[in-house]
């Protein structure tokens, strides 16, 4: 069985499962709405984020490499490009929750700025909230449709121009595709920071529109980056082990993924531990309490998210930084598989980290601060999310696999590529 035949027998069960699972979570938002409870829509806006990480980290790399003219990931550089065709099923995928703010008076379910009628725990409506009216310009429900649309169709754009440029040199051999594809790198990384960076403000941050913090969105690009790479060592050793890039990948491109693996898990702490440094230093109460929620009730006890904080800390820092500092873990298979493997785990957690906890408005009036803080769960909703988006996007990958080569034959780079060693 060639690539293309094990691309067909998987793109059928790949799209079922993705069906039944965004039928699930859709189910769920429904739910959600008519209950006027958000968490099911956030299971939905998990999922969404999780995958579309892997994607924006992918097509990152894809511009990377081309910009630095990059011979050693050719091989593994056509995997990553099947996997860009996802793009645009998860713009159509974002759609239900980018119509909620035309709901109506259910508008602010996810996003509370979106109605300004909203009471927000300290009692006051959004309207009269001083740092709503200080973001209004940009926290506003026209603007934010037209960003979901652009930020989309960046991502579209760019996903589709590179995959394009690689597949039509499949074809003719003419290196004009590559030349063009360098040249679309340079800038094509620029305006993918910004959109990356409006995406992670607008349906991750904006959540708590009371947050400042300008390492957001960078944050986010660290993430994608450690989602992406992990994804690409199991797609790489998968296909590997089944026979269709035997003798094409090689000791050194495994020792090569562990190294970014290693260098963007560095990255994601050196980030993550920045953003809490700087706001912790400066002790703002608008930017500190994304911490306080994260880490304590309002009564001052240690809540869930502690010890979820305490499980990034070791597990997605220092577990991984420790494994892949050995150069046995980077060629050894079965170690870097595992490390991907906890890489990937611990890239959930940390979406699940930046997006689920929130204020809830509190009804007890003995309250004193008027708020109880969403604490860590795992509900259905959120499983079928993941598998759902996750089987949509296995789908498209299997889709464009059996469409096209399983490497770039004629890119200028290619022999280089499959010759390489450290």
Known sequence: ??????????????????????????????????????????????????????????????????????????????????????????????????????????????????????????????????????????????????????????????????????????????????????????????FMAIGTTLAAIDWFKSLEFHWFSTMYGVWYFAASMRAALAVIVLITVYLGYKGYLKGLVNQSHKYLLGCLCLAFTVFWAYISFSQYFLIYMANIPEETFWYNIREKNPNGELNSWWWVSMGLVFGHFFAPFLSLLFYNTKIRTPALVTAACWILFFCVLDIFWNILPGKLTDTDPASLVGYQVRQFSINPFDLASLIGVGGIVAWAFFSSMKKHEIIPIRDPHVLESINYHE
Request: glycine share 10%; hydrophobic share 55%.
């Open 1 to 190: 069985m060639n690539a293309q035949e094990l691309a067909k027998k998987y793109s059928g069960l790949s799209l079922g499962i993705g069906a039944v699972g965004i039928i699930v979570a859709l189910v769920g938002v429904f739910m959600g709405v008519g209950d006027h409870d958000p968490r099911n829509l956030i299971s939905y806006l998990i999922g969404l984020a999780f995958w579309l990480s892997i994607l924006i980290g992918m097509l990152f790399l894809v511009m990377i490499w081309y910009t630095f003219d990059a011979g050693w990931p050719i091989i593994i550089r056509r995997q990553v490009e099947h996997a860009l065709s996802g793009f645009k099923w998860l713009f159509l995928l974002f759609i239900p929750l980018a119509i909620i703010p035309l709901t109506g008076p259910d508008n602010a379910i996810l996003w509370k700025w979106m109605n300004p009628n909203y009471v927000m725990p300290n009692g006051e409506t959004v309207a009269n909230d001083v740092l709503y009216t200080a973001k209004e310009a940009y926290l506003n429900i026209p603007f934010f449709i037209v960003r979901v649309v652009l930020i989309f169709g960046l991502w579209i754009l760019l996903a589709e121009a590179f995959r394009k440029f690689s597949i039509s040199q499949d074809a003719d051999g003419d290196g004009i595709w590559t030349s063009r594809a360098r040249r679309l790198a340079g800038p094509g990384l620029f």
